[in-house]
T-cell receptor, first 114, second 113 residues
């Protein structure tokens, strides 16, 4: 596609429910990143995928968070048993190879946990 | 711990005026420094990327400078426009070819007529 696409753009859920956030990277980009942006804070790294290599999950804040990338393209970030502190904007980015290159970001998913 | 500090937190300027945003970092090993523009409700968009050997880079009315010795960078915006109203984020990459990035909290710029 023309850019990184994320869906949904907004998600409101109740505490304790599971949510799935989707990211479609730019075609041909092998590197995919997930970040979390809380109000007034810098972007927080969550997870990094590069080609067929094992993902770097070191930024995931708890075992309630998981992500997968199918076929080296679309990625899904899943948050189980959501908590109010999970409320934030979740941003996905992709780059050609993931080596010091420009990142292209999607518009994010605004998650609100009530 | 790697850190990126930006100043000021927010800034209001008149349309047509110039402004300079500051970024100080303590990131090691240093790989590159990036400036991003983030409009409200949108994802960040890359403005410039500089490596250790570069001390200035321009993108239209945006000029970024880097002093790797003092670990400081600045973003200068010339002849500001209303569309420049956004948050400007300084990002530092660490490690050769690394994907590890440390993000500043951003400077919120408002350009008023």
């Amino acid at each position: 596609g023309a850019g990184v696409s994320q869906s949904p753009s907004n998600k409101v859920t109740e505490k304790g429910k599971d949510v799935e956030l989707r990211c479609d990277p730019i075609s041909g980009h092998t590197a995919l990143y997930w970040y979390r942006q809380s109000l007034g804070q810098g972007l927080e790294f969550l997870i990094y995928f590069q080609g067929n290599s094992a993902p770097d999950k070191s930024g995931l804040p708890s075992d309630r968070f998981s992500a997968e990338r199918t076929g080296g393209s679309v990625s899904t970030l899943t948050i189980q048993r959501t908590q109010q502190e999970d409320s934030a904007v979740y941003l996905c980015a992709s780059s050609y190879r993931g080596k010091g290159e420009k990142l292209f970001f999607g518009s994010g998913t605004q998650l609100s946990v009530l | 711990k790697n850190q990126v500090e930006q100043s000021p937190q927010s800034l209001i300027i008149l349309e047509g005026k110039n402004c300079t945003l500051q970024c100080n970092y303590t990131v090691s090993p240093f790989s590159n420094l990036r400036w991003y523009k983030q409009d409200t409700g949108r994802g960040p968009v890359s403005l410039t990327i500089m490596t250790f050997s570069e001390n200035t880079k321009s993108n239209g009315r945006y000029t970024a400078t880097l002093d790797a010795d003092t670990k400081q960078s600045s973003l200068h915006i010339t002849a500001s426009q209303l569309s420049d109203s956004a948050s400007y984020i300084c990002v530092v990459g660490s490690g050769a070819g690394s994907y590890q990035l440390t993000f500043g909290k951003g400077t919120k710029l408002s350009v008023i007529p």
